[in-house]
């Protein structure tokens, strides 16, 4: 199986901040990335897939980048609703593995 | 909108067979893999299993032997099967899709369904 890290689990930011998450594949999966974002009590939503195309309806304050092993997600100015959970995935090889999460708090 | 809406009890007894349905508002499943994902109370998702378009499945190895996901013959809807579930399987289940290319977009996840195993 190919494992997913994330970094980091959790972090805190403010309204207005830049951050960026970042995940690493255990091997290379080219760019078959997704990521998804997770409010909470809610179900899961892609925001970027193929590593860095957008999802229809998402903002283009999200994006992504990265290819092979290491992918990140920016979010270039944090809104009230971006706070949630992020997940990577990758869908290169069965099984279809997701990274452990990064929660993002105020 | 195009919505996936899942359905089925919401408590299984344990070692019995957990059945879930997604039901798929767009009308006949094409062009895209069909998903059963799983996220326990309060951690991470977990892959249970795809069906694609073309009736071609994958199950994750470590629930492959319990598991069968199916289409069924209106092909609105497919379906979870989980066999000798036990408490270790109570989770929110989500049925997903993904595009049959995987960059051509329109990923879609449905809402979710929590199944809890308890006697």
């Known amino acids: 199986d190919i494992q997913m890290t994330q970094s980091p689990s959790s972090l805190s930011a403010s309204v207005g901040d830049r951050i960026t998450i970042t995940c690493r594949a255990s091997r290379g999966i080219s760019n078959y990335l997704n990521w998804h974002q997770q409010r909470s009590g809610e179900a899961p939503k892609v925001l970027i897939y193929a590593a860095f195309r957008l999802e229809s309806g998402v903002p283009s304050r999200f994006s992504g980048s990265g290819s092979g092993t290491d992918f990140t997600l920016t979010i270039s100015s944090l809104q009230p609703e971006d706070f949630a959970t992020y997940f990577c995935q990758q869908s290169y090889s069965t099984p279809w593995t997701f990274g452990q999460g990064t929660k993002v708090e105020i | 909108q195009v919505q996936l809406q899942e359905s089925g009890p919401g408590l299984v007894k344990p070692s019995e067979t957990l059945s879930l349905i997604c039901s798929v508002s767009s009308g006949p499943i094409s062009y895209y893999y069909w998903s059963w994902i799983r996220q326990p109370p309060g951690k991470g998702l977990e892959w249970i299993g795809y069906?694609?378009?073309?009736?071609?499945?994958s199950y994750n190895p470590s629930l492959k032997s319990r598991v069968t996901i199916s289409v069924d013959t209106s092909k609105t809807q497919f379906s979870l099967r989980m066999s000798s579930v036990t408490a270790a399987d109570t989770a929110v289940y989500y049925c997903a899709r993904a595009p049959h290319w995987y960059d051509s977009g329109d990923y879609l996840w449905g809402q979710g369904t929590l199944v809890t195993v308890s006697s």
């Open positions: 069906l694609h378009y073309t009736g071609q499945t």
